[in-house]
């Protein structure tokens, strides 16, 4: 079945550093690829999105890319805030299904 | 435009005992998604409502059922409860057909079994 591996948590980092979070899908078709956030006490948030190979999705200075060939959306940020604290999520959807699949979260810490 | 709604914030029950969580849709949205998330996992799947009818179901048994109203807000029911059963409950709303449609997570229901 469908699967999603996220980069083992937690990370915390200094504010202004590089983030990296790798997120690794298993999927029959071509799935689109989603980023969620989530802050404390809150719901998930949509943070970028990517609905087929070579896509790059990006919002409040984040990005990556849906890389068919190594089956990959890694989460990536020039330079973290404070603010951007919170759980992240990778997940996919099959097409046209509207349902997500899920990775585990990482939880991220910025310190400033 | 309201977003997704749940109520109530927090509950909790003793094992054996039935609940039922509640969740309003964003407007204009006529299908609703629920999801299980465990402490320190990500969503599960329960399952989704289109127009009333159950659309689709994850890994759950039974007594998790569900029911979606004419005004598309919905409920989670889940019968015999199980201290497993601890966890949030997210919903989440959408519209399919809509290009590229994001799910609108509520900010979910903790529910926690003694």
């Known amino acids: 079945g469908n699967s999603v591996t996220q980069m083992e948590g937690p990370v915390t980092l200094s504010e202004e550093a590089f983030l990296t979070i790798n997120c690794t899908y298993t999927a029959t078709g071509y799935p689109s690829l989603f980023w969620y956030v989530q802050y404390p006490g809150e719901g998930l948030q949509l943070l970028l999105k990517?609905?087929?190979?070579?896509d790059k999705g990006s919002n409040k200075g984040f990005e990556a890319t849906y890389r068919k060939e190594t089956t990959s959306f890694h989460l990536e940020k020039g330079s973290v805030q404070v603010s951007d604290s919170a759980v992240y999520f990778c997940?996919?959807?099959?097409?046209?299904?509207?349902?997500?699949?899920f990775g585990q979260g990482t939880r991220l810490t910025i310190n400033p | 435009e309201t977003g997704v709604t749940q109520s109530p914030t927090h509950l909790i029950k003793t094992r054996g005992q039935q609940v039922t969580l509640r969740c309003s849709s964003q407007s204009g949205h006529n299908t609703v998604s629920w999801y299980q998330q465990a402490l320190g996992q990500g969503p599960q799947f329960i399952f989704q409502y289109y127009r009333e009818e159950e659309n689709g179901r994850g890994n759950f048994p039974p007594r998790f059922s569900g029911l979606q109203f004419p005004n598309y807000s919905s409920e989670l029911n889940v019968n015999a409860l199980e201290l497993d059963d601890s966890a949030l409950y997210l919903c989440?709303?959408?519209?399919?057909?809509?290009?590229?449609?994001?799910?609108?997570f509520g900010n979910g229901t903790r529910l926690t079994v003694t």
């Open positions: 989440a709303s959408s519209q399919p057909g809509t290009v590229n449609s994001p799910l609108h």
């Open positions: 997940a996919l959807e099959e097409r046209g299904a509207q349902k997500l699949v």
């Open positions: 990517a609905t087929k190979a070579d």
